[in-house]
């Protein structure tokens, strides 16, 4: 089998299983480079002593970080066992990269006011529905507007992390300026129909289901890109929703603007977002199901902002 038609085999068994593409990506660029490491070897004449090489060799010379480490395994692990249906028991075997536990970068409430009031638009409107409703940076993207429900007060999400849908609470004070981004989204989708562009990326199966929902506004993203794109899957060209660093960007720049010296990223707004509702009083096990986690270990984390060791502590210096 060449690696040309091993990648094919690869790459039609993740689209089986509807992983997204960024998985797909990442899974065979690690396959490439564990086949390079081994100086073109066939995986089917490799096991676990070279897999474990592959993944000495990029923890101790590529210094590579414990999630990386970990995801080259898992691509590598779904190679032999889901495309070349090699299951041996020296997998087991191999250790997971421990992670180091880090407790997450929380913003104040005067410190999320203030990097609010440095960003406009778009990038005001994602940031606020980040801290607003806890969602991750690419559940915010990819939202549709069929997603917005003004009648239950509510944003559904689809296939968050882990394939979960869950709810999140609408914040009122966002209502009148999601209207207005919907509006802008509108506008644009019909024009885009006009210019014969009006198709949308479907989900999984809906595509062949109802290819007639490709076309409907409500399938539309809420945060459209400036630009059409092709689809790496379809080879259509269609308008995408934004890309990722675009918030990443912005949220950057306000921090500089905003004078706050923390390591600011969408993500630490999701943080701020369920220590904030902690310190309200709020339940950990609400705080739990608003940000779609599947255990409560996780959300523990957030937790050290009640035990206020600088507040409840005395310093005997003092």
Known sequence: MTEKKLLLLLK???RAKHYSIRTEKSYIDWTKRYVYFHNLRHPNLMGAKEIEQFLNYLAVSRNLAASSQ???????NFLYKEVLKIDFDQLENISWAKKPKKLP????????KKLLQHLNSQPWLMASLLYGTGMRNMECLRLRVKDIDFDQNQINIHCGKGAKDRRAILPESLKKHLQLQLN???ALHEQ????GNGEVFLPNALASKSPVSATEYGWKYLFPALRLSVDPRSGKKRRHHLNESVLRKYIYLARK????NKPVSAHTLRHSFATHLLENGYDIRTVQELLGHKDVK?????THVLNRPGLAVKSPLD
Not at 298 to 302: D, E, G, P, R, S
């Open 192 to 195: 885009d129909l006009i210019n």
């Open 184 to 186: 802008t989204v509108k």
């Open 105 to 112: 970068v929380i913003l104040s409430k005067n410190e999320v």
């Open 70 to 76: 970990n995801q080259a395994l898992n691509a590598i």
């Open 298 to 302: 996780t959300t523990m984390i957030y």
């Open 257 to 260: 603007k905003a004078g706050i």
């Open 12 to 14: 039609e068994k993740i």
